[in-house]
């Protein structure tokens, strides 16, 4: 059964705090991605990374880097965590497709809700 | 600037009747267009695609129509089910972008039994 795991899924951070969200996944997959979901705004991509070591930026990276240092996890940081960053965040991964992208290959976790006060 | 619009909030559908959700794009290069399904408190999943050389895709209760002229796509649920009630969001994707995909704000289904 595949698997995309995201370690805290409820977190309580306070303004200014250095924040760590952990993805794992147990598929192999070369293409992993950070989402930020809002009310209104859907789904926006934070970064994403095709490879180990590798990483590029997505639609909204401000106030976040990310860290690929294992093909199986991708870590999204908070520098410095701030209000306007409470959100609910998802992790997703894929195989590499060769530039197509097949929906039913991207997996996604159940998210890690951050609120920061 | 959202290249992926679904203006419709929410809808709300009698059971077995049909659903259907819309959504418009303004990028001309996206070729690959795929509908996702949410429940609160778990991640998306996959519920149908199609690729901008057909114009309908069809899986079971689910089938996806595109109108390249339009840049508008929908999904119709025939017959709608209250474990239908969702949010569902469209998104869509580049050739060369691998699984880089855009979502839409997401519309939020209600079917009542």
């Known amino acids: 059964d595949v698997k995309v795991t995201q370690s805290s899924r409820y977190l309580v951070k306070r303004t200014g705090e250095k924040v760590f969200l952990e993805c794992v996944q147990d598929m192999d997959h070369e293409n992993m991605f950070w989402y930020r979901q809002d009310p209104g705004l859907g789904l926006r991509l934070i970064y994403f990374?095709?490879?180990?070591?590798?990483?590029e930026k997505g639609d909204i990276p401000e106030g976040y880097s990310v860290s690929r240092e294992k093909k199986e996890r991708f870590s999204l940081i908070l520098e410095s965590a701030s209000t306007n960053q409470t959100s609910m965040y998802l992790c997703a991964s894929s195989p590499s497709g060769g530039g197509r992208p097949s929906g039913n290959t991207i997996y996604f976790g159940e998210g890690s809700w951050l609120t920061v006060v | 600037d959202q290249q992926v619009k679904q203006n419709s909030p929410s809808l709300s559908v009698q059971e077995g009747r049909i659903s259907i959700l819309n959504c418009d794009y303004t990028?001309?290069?996206?070729?690959?267009f795929l509908w996702y399904k949410k429940y609160p408190a778990e991640g998306p999943t996959f519920l149908i695609s199609?690729?901008?050389i057909k114009d309908k895709n069809e899986d079971g209760r689910f089938t996806v129509f595109l109108n390249k002229s339009a840049k508008h796509l929908s999904l119709h649920i025939v017959p709608s089910q209250p474990g239908d009630s969702a949010v569902y969001f469209c998104?869509?994707?580049?050739w060369g972008y691998g699984n880089k995909l855009v979502f839409g704000a997401g519309t939020i289904l209600r079917v009542k039994s």
């Open positions: 990028n001309s290069m996206f070729d690959y």
């Open positions: 998104a869509a994707s580049e």
């Open positions: 199609i690729s901008s």
């Open positions: 990374s095709y490879d180990v070591k590798m990483k």
